[in-house]
């Protein structure tokens, strides 16, 4: 069988990161430091709570995952937010955010 002569992509977190579903950026807000990522939504049939309104939402709907970058954190600390109530949050009185 002959070789290939193509070279092999090497995975970097950029790749990694779409491959997940999307660029993953930081925010400061007051309440610290968080890694965001917009979610175009998949197939899979999934409902998440919004932290910020309460709401029941499925995940084939765009949507925010949102998980403090403060190293404390693990995947169980993800969230799944509507993009609107994410851009809202620092708005919003307490107890509608989490943490």
Known sequence: MP???????????????RALGGMTRTESHPD???????VKGSV??????????????????PHIVAWPTDGLGSVADRRHWHT???????????????R
Not at 3 to 17: G, P, V
Request: hydrophobic share 25%; proline share 5%; with cysteine.
């Open 44 to 61: 899979a049939p999934r409902s998440y709570l919004c932290p910020g309104c309460q709401q029941v939402f499925d995940g084939t709907r």
């Open 32 to 38: 610290g430091e968080w890694a965001v990522r917009r």
């Open 84 to 98: 609107t109530c994410w851009q809202a949050r620092n708005r919003r009185r307490p107890g509608g955010a989490f």
């Open 3 to 17: 070789r290939s002569n193509r070279r092999r992509r090497e995975a970097t977190s950029l790749s990694i990161d």
